[in-house]
C-alpha cells in the first residue's frame, strides 16, 4: 500500500500528519506536486515533481495509483478516478470518499460549477479549522488500523 498526496493544494498541518502517520505505520507517502516541496529525511518519504499544467498532478497519480493505495485530495474528479481504480480516497477534511457518495459529491461539485458558469457566486469551503485536522487524523488513524488487520 501506497499513500498519494495531491501536495500543491494540500494544507500543511495535512502534510504533517501524513509525515508522522507514514512513519509510525512505515507506509511509504509520495508527495505530488508542480513545485518543489520540503519533507523530513525518511526512506519512507519523498516528492514527486511534475510539470505545471491543469490536472497534470492528479493524471500523475491516477497513472501510478494501484489498486488498494490512499490518495490524499481535495479534488472530487480525482477521488472519483482513484475509486474506480481499486483505491481509496480520503479528503484534507477527513471525510472518506466511498463508491456509496462519490456520485453525490461529483453531482455537488458539478451543480456549484455550472451556477459558477452563470455568473452565480458560490463560496468556497471555509479555512480548515481544528476540528477538520482532527477528523482528518481520526479518519487517517482509522484506515491504518483497519489495514494493520488485513
Not at 499513500?3 to 512513519?23: G, M
Not at 493524471?59 to 474506480?84: F, M
Request: proline share 8%.
Amino acid at each position: 500500500m501506497h499513500i498519494w498526496v495531491d501536495a500543491d493544494a494540500c494544507p500543511a498541518v495535512i502534510k504533517e500528519i501524513l509525515f508522522r502517520a507514514a512513519e509510525r505505520a512505515q507506509i511509504a507517502l509520495t508527495l505530488v506536486a508542480n513545485q518543489p516541496l520540503r519533507t523530513p529525511r525518511s526512506p519512507l518519504i519523498r516528492t514527486l515533481q511534475v510539470p505545471r499544467g491543469f490536472d497534470v498532478a492528479d493524471n500523475e497519480i491516477a497513472k501510478r495509483l494501484a489498486p488498494g493505495d490512499l490518495v490524499i485530495s481535495a479534488d472530487i474528479p480525482l477521488a472519483a478516478d482513484v475509486i474506480a481504480r481499486g483505491g481509496h480516497a480520503l479528503n484534507p477534511r477527513g471525510e472518506l470518499y466511498t463508491p456509496d457518495n462519490i456520485r453525490d459529491r461529483l453531482s455537488m461539485r458539478d451543480l456549484s460549477e455550472q451556477l459558477r458558469e452563470t455568473g452565480v457566486q458560490t463560496s468556497g469551503p471555509p479555512p480548515l479549522g481544528h476540528g477538520d485536522r482532527q477528523r482528518f487524523a481520526n479518519q487517517l488513524d482509522r484506515f491504518l488500523a483497519r489495514l494493520a488487520k488485513t
